[in-house]
């Protein structure tokens, strides 16, 4: 090989290195997606304003403003303010999963497969009611799924505004139609993974670990394969490639 053509080949490895570099996440990341968003809405307020009540499980129940019972235990109220916070990150852009445990003991056994599957559709995507009835393995029970997501005792929580009509209509929502797509664009436009470049570790956004990151730190990834393929390795805490 010539010393001419070694050149040329390290000058191409540059750009692709240069070009397929994760671009760092700027400070103001989460407020420039809210903003996009917000047009006056105030999700702190929101967060304050929604009522959450826990058992020692796990949270049992959000429900749209009004009233919740005291908690049952000292448990239960940390389990309390833990979601409040974890809510109001996540309507923040500062968050891409919720790790507060949810008690689904309240549910009948249709509804709690329904509940169950749909808490693991991940951030950012959506399903739809036919696939919901379809994966439980009742395939012409479509209706009887929107009517247990209609019944959802902990939305948000467990995302169901993440399942829309098969026509990709929005269907129902107990938050209202404008919250629902507020949330989805939310998730839309948040990232997903956040790495450091100085420990080499990728983690869900909001992940505790990643919370002591440096701004001038962070990157950011649209997959957990994107982070690998440069070096990084999953965390052990969010566990992102689970």
């Known amino acids: 090989m010539t010393h001419e053509s070694t050149v040329t080949h390290d000058a191409i490895d540059e750009m692709l290195f240069a070009y397929f570099r994760p671009v760092p996440a700027g400070a103001d990341l989460g407020r420039r997606v809210l903003d996009r968003l917000r047009d006056g809405w105030d999700p702190e307020r929101f967060a304050a304003q929604v009522a959450f009540e826990a058992?020692?499980?796990g949270?049992?129940?959000?429900r749209p403003g009004g009233r919740a019972r005291p908690p049952?235990?000292?448990?239960?109220?940390?389990?309390i303010d833990r979601a409040r916070q974890e809510l109001f990150d996540y309507l923040e852009g500062r968050r891409a999963f919720f790790s507060v445990p949810v008690d689904f003991s309240s549910a009948r056994p249709f509804q709690r497969k329904v509940l169950e599957l749909t808490h693991r559709i991940p951030f950012g995507e959506t399903r739809s009611y036919s696939w919901i009835a379809r994966t439980i393995g009742l395939p012409d029970a479509r209706r009887a799924v929107g009517t247990a997501l209609g019944r959802n005792p902990v939305p948000i929580l467990v995302p169901c505004h993440r399942v829309l009509r098969s026509d990709g209509g929005l269907g129902g929502y107990a938050f209202g139609l404008d919250m629902k797509s507020r949330l989805l664009g939310l998730e839309s436009s948040t990232p997903v993974l956040e790495g450091c470049t100085t420990t080499g570790i990728v983690c869900r956004v909001g992940c505790s670990a990643g919370g002591r990151?440096?701004?001038?730190?962070?990157v950011v990834f649209a997959t957990v394969a994107d982070a690998r393929s440069v070096g990084y390795r999953p965390c052990k805490v969010c566990r992102p490639a689970a």
């Open 72 to 79: 049952v235990s000292r448990a239960a109220k940390r389990l």
């Open 55 to 57: 058992s020692g499980r």
């Open 59 to 62: 949270i049992s129940l959000v």
């Open 213 to 218: 990151m440096r701004d001038d730190h962070r």
